[in-house]
């Protein structure tokens, strides 16, 4: 079973195998925008203005995107395509417009060979094998493997024919690296407001260990006035004794609360400016600041990783 539209074997033998644009007749109905610009590019390339010419058929081309459906109207502007090409060799002699001649035929035949998949026949292709051997054998002469590109582990891009111009390598400059620096600034609003509560906590602990302070004070003040009120050598009655040692009791109560407080405080108040500080402003790099609190000792503990 044969894809091949009834007048594409004249279309080959006269658009593909032609030697000018002028050869290219009878064409097929172009939609019309590309008619447009089909007619455009023909008018270019009958003054001798290839560069354009090649522009509108590339773009001519570009816009016919069903390689069976269209296959007509591909084949035709595809021979213009070769056409152009090869009076701009001829005028030029660079090798680039015959790489673009068989760029643009092997992209049309592999294109097709895909749309067509296992419904291909020979009869298919017929033409466009021995135009891409004709194309290779010319550059073979003209410049061996002057169209090859360098040797690489990763696989072609598919190519796109437009209206670009032929892809030149383009080098993107590369941004220096930004400086690192040993201190990088950490801001957290939650450190902070959790050191501002601490630091908050801390002072009232410490407002406490103060009051108890004052209460062991005052009871041992009374326990001294009342010793000093009994008559010199006489004997606490049992109610004065019962009073004394309420008096000791509330004020061992109170030694120990403001040992408790304390402690709490201080250590809460040095957490809470820790956390304070480093949510704040940068801290050096593997520097850690520790609080420390015990009975007896509190203070601060700088502790760094090298």
Known sequence: MTLLH???????????????????????????QIQAEHAA???????????????????AYAALLDPIAERAERDLLLGALRSTWARLHA???????????RSALKLHLETLMQALGSAAVAEDTAG??????????????????????????????????????????????????????????IRSPRRVLAGQLLVGLGACSLLGTGAALMVLGDRYRRIIDLDASLPDGAAASPSEADR?????????????????????GVGMLATGITLWITGRRAAPAGLTVVPVAAPGLW????????
């Not at 009958?46 to 354009?52: C, L, S, V």
């Not at 002057?146 to 796109?160: G, H, L, N, T």
Request: charged content about 15%.
């Open 128 to 185: 466009l094998y021995e135009l891409l051997d004709e194309a290779n054998a010319t550059l073979a002469r003209a410049a061996p493997a002057s169209c090859d590109p360098p040797a690489s582990s990763e696989p072609s891009k598919p190519q796109v024919l437009s209206d670009a111009s032929p892809p030149t390598s383009i080098t993107t400059p590369q941004l220096p690296p930004e400086p690192l620096h040993p201190l990088q600034p």
């Open 244 to 264: 004394v040692r309420t008096l000791e009791g509330q004020g061992e109560g109170a030694r120990i609360a403001a040992i408790v407080t304390g402690v709490a």
């Open 299 to 306: 203070g601060l503990t700088l502790r760094r990783r090298f």
């Open 91 to 101: 005028k030029t002699g660079d090798i680039v417009h015959l790489c673009a001649w």
């Open 41 to 59: 590019a023909l008018a270019a390339y009958e003054r001798g203005d290839d560069a354009t010419a090649l522009l509108g058929f590339r773009r």
């Open 6 to 32: 009834p007048s594409l074997p004249v279309l080959l033998s006269l658009s593909l195998l032609a030697g000018s644009v002028h050869a290219q007749a009878p064409a097929p109905a172009l939609p019309p």
